[in-house]
């Protein structure tokens, strides 16, 4: 039987999960190179970071931190439209690749779209997944397989309706919290680079009160970047800040520089824009339940940002990694959409169908 997977690819961070296992890795690929140095380097670092290298279409790729420590060459697009033509298939089959127990394998994938995105991108990105792949896999100790990976069905929702599928569903895709499927509620799914607004009105996607803005936490990021390079006068990547504002500290050419305080007034301005955002897009949805924040940047911005909503918050579950959410709930969802086929009888009582989890407003406006 085919194995049921959630993969999200974020600005930031490509996370994937088949319900029992989840990854997380940076959004990030460059080309593979010859290590030189392979016996000292493997010595030093094999037990604590991943390695993640594919070959695909005659190309060899590090991905992730490997992909940040050693390729000359990286590509950390922050452009959509670059984003899902080439970055994507690449991190979709890297994430698929870590999921892989055997040599050859098939699967069916639910995958998310930032809202802004969804309908253009839709189609493209299922035909693109829905096909065999070969690919070559190659581990931390050099040695290299074949594999071949089958994708037999794809869905594609919109972004953060996986956190509220992961609220709705259990994990084997049955309804559990019937709040979602019932109420009108608010979602907030602030990313890396992005922040997503949406709606979940009785578990249907509201294309209405839809939105993406800019506002992920990497505008935070790039405040504290620039006051870096004021500071001392090097450009630090954004990608290379997470440990650095997690830590409240970074040292650059062996001198230390305490970021607490401009973290704090970077994190409280992204708040604010973001609050606003929400309150003027969802200003005529005053029937609104509830609001839900979720996302990454969630997790870093729910105190700063819940005191400037407007409307009751659910509060942010503390059971998983904030950025794991979306994924999560995708691999409920495919198991509420796919597994059922197996068994009719437990059709008729399914919370959710395909088109109120997608483009359920879609036509509406077309007509
Ligand atoms: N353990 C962690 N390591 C790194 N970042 C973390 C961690 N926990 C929370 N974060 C925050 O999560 C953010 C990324 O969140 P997330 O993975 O949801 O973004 P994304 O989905 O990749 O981006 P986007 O939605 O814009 O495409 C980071 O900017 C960081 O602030
Ligand atoms: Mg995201």
């Known amino acids: 039987m085919d194995t049921i997977i959630g993969i999200d690819i974020g600005f930031g961070f490509t996370k994937v999960t088949d319900g029992k296992r989840f990854e997380v890795f940076k959004s990030i690929y460059g080309e593979a190179i010859d290590f030189q ?31 940040e420590r050693q390729s000359s060459n990286r590509q950390f697009t922050l452009d959509q439209t670059q984003f899902v033509a080439t970055s994507t298939k690449i991190l979709a089959l890297a ?81 559990a919290d019937q709040r979602f499927a019932i109420e009108k509620i608010g979602v907030i799914d602030i990313g890396f680079r992005t922040s997503d607004y949406t709606i979940s009105d009785k578990a249907r996607y509201s294309e209405r009160g839809s939105l993406t803005t800019q506002n992920g936490i990497s505008k935070a990021f790039e405040v504290i970047a ?48 973001i609050a606003s955002d929400a309150n003027r897009i969802w200003n005529d949805d005053w029937d609104m339940d509830a609001i839900m924040i979720t996302g990454g940047g969630g997790s870093v911005l729910a105190a700063y940002l819940q005191p400037l909503l407007e409307g009751v918050i659910i509060p942010i579950e503390q059971d998983l990694d904030y950025r794991l959410h979306n994924v999560r709930g995708y691999h409920k969802y495919g198991c509420n959409r796919w597994a059922s086929a197996a068994s009719p009888a437990s059709t008729a009582k399914q919370p959710i169908s395909e088109d109120s989890a997608t483009d359920e407003n879609a036509n509406k406006d077309d007509t």
């Not at 604590?48 to 060899?60: C, G, K, M, P, V």
């Not at 997470?242 to 992204?270: H, M, N, P, W, Y």
Request: proline share 2%; charged share 25%; with cysteine.
């Open 37 to 67: 140095f392979k016996e000292s380097l493997l010595h030093q670092n094999a037990e604590q970071d991943e390695h993640i290298q594919i070959d695909l279409d005659d190309a060899s790729y590090f991905v992730g931190e490997l992909a």
């Open 95 to 175: 994430a698929i690749s870590r999921m892989m127990k055997t040599n050859q394998a098939s699967f069916k994938v639910v995958v998310g779209l930032p809202i802004g995105h969804y309908r253009q991108y839709k189609s493209e990105l299922e035909n693109m997944l829905r096909q065999s792949h070969k690919l070559g896999i190659t581990n931390a100790k050099g040695e290299r397989k074949e594999v071949v990976i089958g994708i037999s069905e794809v869905s594609v929702i919109p972004q953060p309706i996986g956190s509220v599928m992961d609220r709705l569903l259990n994990d084997v895709g049955k309804a």
């Open 226 to 273: 620039s006051k870096l390079k004021d500071s001392c006068g090097v450009n630090v990547e954004l990608y290379r800040l997470f440990d650095a504002v997690e830590s409240g500290s970074i040292k650059i050419r062996g001198k230390g520089f305490d970021l607490r305080k401009i973290t704090q007034v970077a994190f409280q301005q992204l708040a604010a824009n």
